[in-house]
């Protein structure tokens, strides 16, 4: 009985485990967004299509990904980086993601002069 109870765990240790590696391993990022919102019943003038709160969205991940570029770059410590990284999560358009931005391309900008 006891090995019975051991080779379940077992069991149902790798079983969830396996869905915890696939999940990492999936590097796509899906833009969807609901296609009929509350608003859109009373007052349509309000709300964007589908299309256009699609290509918003896409447009927010795309400029998080090149802020992700820039700090991976810059050069600042690594527990600036991961706080900065953190931040970049939680808002993307924080002032303090968007003055390290500044500076760096202000630097660049006297580089190239």
């Known amino acids: ?61 795309a400029y998080q990904y090149r802020v992700k570029e820039i700090l991976d770059s810059v050069e600042i410590s690594d527990r600036k980086r991961k706080r900065l990284l953190l931040e970049l999560k939680r808002n993307p358009f924080s002032e303090k993601i968007k003055e390290v931005v500044a500076e760096y391309t202000q630097v660049e900008k006297e580089i190239e002069q």
């Open 1 to 61: 009985m006891k090995k019975l109870t051991l080779l379940g765990g077992v069991f149902m240790c790798l079983f969830l485990g396996m869905n915890t590696a696939i999940a990492q391993n999936s590097d796509t990022v899906s833009a969807q967004v609901t296609k009929r919102p509350l608003l859109n019943q009373f007052e349509s003038d309000y709300v964007l299509t589908a299309s256009e709160r699609i290509a918003l969205k896409q447009s927010r991940i």
